[in-house]
């Protein structure tokens, strides 16, 4: 886990979530942990974003589940397609 940042630095959504690395290097799980963790943080007060930057690096996590998504369709279909 990633150690805590500064409360009285403003985060950078996406550069938290892939610090040096390309968003395609970035496991699917891992931004959506990463993602739940900081925006959790933010709305109890504990982290602070940029703004109005933030919305920009909702990309990174609309992406992540829109692929999570897919997978789970997929293993449904492989599922349906055993037990149909």
């Known amino acids: 886990m990633p150690e ?10 996406a550069r938290e979530i892939i610090g040096q690395r390309g968003f395609r ?4 799980d891992e931004v959506l942990q990463e993602a739940e963790r900081l925006l959790n943080g933010w709305m ?5 974003m940029e703004r109005p930057k933030l919305y920009d690096h909702y990309a990174l ?3 992540a589940l829109l692929q999570k998504n897919r997978d789970l369709e997929g293993r449904i279909a ?3 397609g055993r037990n149909g």
């Open 78 to 80: 492989a599922l349906e």
């Open 4 to 13: 805590r940042p500064d409360p009285e630095r403003e985060l950078n959504f």
């Open 61 to 63: 996590l609309l992406l």
């Open 44 to 48: 109890a007060g504990e982290y602070r």
């Open 25 to 28: 290097d970035v496991p699917t």
